[in-house]
């Protein structure tokens, strides 16, 4: 089956390509049955350009999922909750819920409703003293509601932080850096989350906004984020059954554009692949340096390192290549037809 785009070319409506270019059907084994999960962060500049990888992932692998995501031009609300212990065995439920997990303090809790006391007399203990929260998981607060919240404006300056668990006169003293690098966030969310992003858009001119839900992102435990810094490690030193893989699809200034923009996903452990190899992109799109690979390469090379077994991985980087060749033959004819 095809479709006419507006330069009547024949397209292929599953891998977006011409038809006469089609991907979909050099794939070898279609829908690989992959136990560890991905989820590709794609920016939202990313999917429409003819070098894009990111398509070739998703006809190749069952388990897969692509999240659009836009910058932030104004401003946008990022609400975090916790997954419920029946959700962990079912993630594809919406069913969500926030336990009384105290990611900000050890404040005492009202048993009757559930929240935290705001005019208690004992002191807020600040998770950066290394103190440990009072509440325990099984403590919960309540279906819908976010154990943290913060807005972003341009730049990923943040503009506001609530909690349920913090007085905001205190949040108002607390970076969300810390707070989310910290170790009691990162072990209160390592059994999985929810979280939500909401983007402001302009209408009439810009003489209104409009506020959108850009993605709902269940994390679920186990996860691993795919992104070389300071903070990541090889996967000899990640002690944990791996179970779902993030990835960031874009140029790599917009990888770390979105890193910086999606400030959750700093919860998450950091995976590098300690790779010299060129990236086969390289005959066709300029690599700043080695290691910095394609997204198919990236989510291949991750698969094996996490112990993905499928024969048809290398597959997938053979269709890479194929698309790289064409792309190349596409160049070639358009500079001889100048000549």
């Known amino acids: 089956m ?7 070319r024949p397209m292929c409506p599953s891998c977006s390509k011409p038809a006469r270019l089609c991907l979909c059907t050099r794939i070898k084994t279609p829908n690989l049955e992959n136990s560890v ?5 794609q920016h939202s500049q990313e999917k429409r350009h003819p070098l894009n990888s990111a398509k070739i992932a998703q006809l190749g692998f069952k388990n897969f999922n692509v999240v659009s995501v836009t910058d932030i031009h104004f401003e946008a609300q990022f609400d975090i909750r916790l997954l419920e212990e029946s959700d962990r065995h079912d993630l594809v439920s919406s069913k969500v819920c926030n336990h009384g997990f105290n990611l900000i303090s050890g404040c005492p809790v009202d048993s009757d409703c559930g929240r935290f006391l705001e005019d208690s007399d004992e002191k807020c203990s600040n ?3 290394g103190s440990k929260p009072v509440l325990q998981p099984e403590q919960c ?3 819908d509601e976010s154990v943290l919240s913060f807005t972003l404006g341009k730049k990923a300056a ?4 609530k909690s349920c668990s913090m007085p905001q006169h205190q949040l108002k003293k607390s970076d969300l850096e810390q707070i989310l690098g910290s170790l009691e966030a990162i072990d209160a969310l390592k059994n999985g989350f929810v979280v939500k992003k909401l983007q402001k858009r302009q209408l009439n001119g810009g003489l209104e906004y409009e506020e959108f839900k850009e993605f709902e992102i269940v994390v679920p435990p186990g996860s691993i984020l795919l992104f070389p810094n300071e903070r990541s490690v090889g996967v000899e030193k990640i002690d944990f059954k791996v179970k779902n893989l993030i990835v960031l699809d874009g140029t790599w200034g917009k990888a770390k554009r979105m890193y910086k923009e999606n400030p959750w996903l700093k919860v998450l452990p950091h995976l590098k692949l300690d790779l010299e190899k060129p990236s086969l992109y390289g005959e066709v799109r300029v690599q700043p340096r080695a290691g ?3 997204t198919i390469e990236s ?4 698969m094996k390192a996490v112990g993905e077994d499928s024969e048809g991985l290398d597959d997938l980087l053979d269709v890479f290549q194929s698309m790289i060749q ?3 033959q596409c160049k070639d004819d358009k500079l001889s037809k100048v000549a």
Do not use: E, M, P, W
């Open 2 to 8: 095809v479709t006419q785009s507006n330069s009547k």
């Open 37 to 41: 999960a991905i989820i590709v962060l």
């Open 127 to 129: 998770i950066l003293d």
């Open 141 to 143: 607060l309540g279906r």
């Open 158 to 161: 943040t503009s506001c932080i």
């Open 292 to 294: 910095c690979l394609s």
């Open 299 to 302: 989510i291949v090379y991750a």
């Open 326 to 328: 064409d792309q190349r």
